[in-house]
């Protein structure tokens, strides 16, 4: 990956560890946003810290999730700072000595406030993204949703705006005096794939949809 | 998966949101942590909540961490109170409505306070099980750790002992007036799988070793 083509957009969002792992360009945090399915949400509620992973997808500058009204979670993170991270594991770098060992993997941290999608043609046109961006067209496909079921669904977003992204994606980096140490050194790269699908019993259907997953 | 063996060890552990999911006990707990390579902390710094993905690794009631000395994140995380997330996608579940899309996954939430492991003979026990667990036999096939490296790395452990679980491992959930609806609805499982190794071109050792990916 090239070097960072902007510099942090705020002080909380530098990278302090590995600064040479950063990145805050708006494409390569979208990329990583896109990549993964699960991000966690962390903040505060009467004081303490609490964190629960969750669903997640992006439109534009901004990455939303979803839940049920009576969330206790999405109730707070209207009313305060969130910090968003999402973790994706690419490979295992296997170096000569204990130290050197390392992962390859993409990382984004967000932070900000969310912000409630209210609005109903807003909310219904993101929960569709939601699908579509998951299972290519399938919205129109199913049954569909009625009023209560959208009254029922929180949405909810927060910008890409103050985020940063952690890349490594290279080899293993072993003390030169270590390079003959007679152990195996490289990358074993690791990958998320969709397995055989199974189809239920009562579905009319039998013909599987597209994915994202391929 | 059979229902909850034990109650909520605390109130702020207790599942709130499909608690049908829940469970409490301490293998399930372990099974996932084992299950999962990266995890979430999450925790308070000058009143501001932040949160990092990280590797981890399981000993026995405690889940570790690694980083170096000079971290401010592992600073932070003896001095306060932090919560730590994991979360496996296991499958996609597709439903005949919108409301009823969702996936199997596992997941686990603990709350607590890490401690440093600073006995040298126990963290160099830890190092050494972090690097065994993922590459079964490695560490004394390594160019032996120093002490300086040693010195550099901060080890934490948190008890799993106030941790909760959620696991949805089932089906589609339909409405039952939704069964006859002519879209396709079943489950696509997903799964981490190990791709092909790429051995450093100046590692003297080529014999891949084995890794818990297979």
Known sequence: MPRPTRPAPSPRTRVRRLPERA?????TIAAIVDAAMLCTVAFQLDGAVHAIPTIHWREGGHLYLHGAKASRM????????????????DGLVLARSAMHHSMNYRSVVVYGRFEAVTEPAHKLASLRAF?????????????????????????????????????RD???????????????????PLRTLAGEPVTEPDSVARSVPPTRFG
Chains 1, 2 share one sequence.
């Open 74 to 89: 999405l109730k707070a993170l209207t009313e305060g700072e969130a910090c968003v991270t999402i973790a994706l594991a």
């Open 170 to 188: 290279w080899g293993v980096k072993d003390d030169e005096e270590d390079l003959d140490w007679p152990v195996w050194a490289g990358v074993i």
């Open 131 to 167: 699908i579509d961006g998951l299972y290519p067209g399938r919205w129109d496909t199913l049954r569909p949703i009625t009023e209560k079921e959208l009254n029922a669904t929180s949405v909810l977003r927060i910008a890409l705006d103050e985020a940063s992204a952690k890349v």
């Open 23 to 27: 990145h805050y360009d708006a494409d």
